[in-house]
């Protein structure tokens, strides 16, 4: 299944704003700044990107339910495999 590139304009900006936060962990650790501080932000990183590929999967479940054969065309193993790999 296909995601439809309209309903992914929030995952963008959200992985466009995790791609920022990750440029200033690089700089932070080019710096030579505050553990914690560098950790806060890769902590941040991480979270933008969990949350992103939650709403990717989501959406892909909403598209087959709607799209597919209702909750029975749903592959479950599959769904549960992805969500999964996030955890």
Do not use: Y
């Not at 296909?2 to 704003?17: A, G, Y």
């Not at 440029?23 to 992103?52: F, H, I, N, P, Y």
């Not at 087959?64 to 029975?72: M, R, T």
């Amino acid at each position: 299944m296909e995601l439809d590139p309209t309903k992914m304009t929030p995952v963008v900006n959200r992985i466009k704003r995790a791609q920022g936060q990750l440029a200033g962990v690089l700089r932070l650790l080019e710096e030579g700044r505050d553990c914690e501080d560098v950790v806060t932000q890769l902590a941040a990183v991480s979270k933008a990107l969990d949350r992103a590929g939650f709403a990717i999967v989501a959406s892909g479940l909403q598209q087959c339910l709607v799209e597919g054969d209702g909750i029975d065309g749903v592959d479950v193993k599959k769904m549960e495999k992805l969500f999964l790999s996030l955890a």
